[in-house]
């Protein structure tokens, strides 16, 4: 994939997400670390979910989740003889979404789960294809956010190691 493909993927999930409606918009600015194996690198990503929807008549709401990331390149000898390195850092544009279970104030409803499937810029050893999903289990307070990550491409090309990540997030709403 191209950065020019990527861009293309980047706007069209920011054009998306500005066609939602802005009121109740959470943004969240996340960090932390990312291993691919054993292998640690640094990891950043800039979420917007917006105002939860009814998931017909069950207590499950479900909010649309859009994402770009960055995960940092690590140098590891090892693998960097093959066809897939591990020395470029990689770009992702996502875009999913975030579900809750129970009403407001219930003690588990700040738990929620994330899928998204997301696009990303260069190929790695964890990140085969250009094309991912985005696993997301996390715990979010009114103005912070604590999840544990995993972006793979779900067995559909070799290899498929994935990034595993713990990520920590500060929140404001718009």
Known sequence: MSFRSFSRSAIVLTLMAASLPAAAARFEVQAGRSYMDSHG????????????????????????????????????????????GVRHAVALAAGGVRLHLGEPGAWYQPLYFSEQVAAIDHTTHALSSHYQFVSTLGWQAKHFSVAIRHISNGGLHRPNTGETMALVGFAFEI
Not at 51 to 65: C, I, N, V
């Open 41 to 84: 690198a640094n990891a950043a990503f800039v979420e917007a979910v917006f105002a939860p929807r009814q998931l017909g008549h069950t207590r499950f709401t479900w909010s649309p989740d859009v994402s770009l990331g960055w995960i940092d390149g690590r140098h590891r000898a090892g693998y960097d003889d093959g066809r897939y």
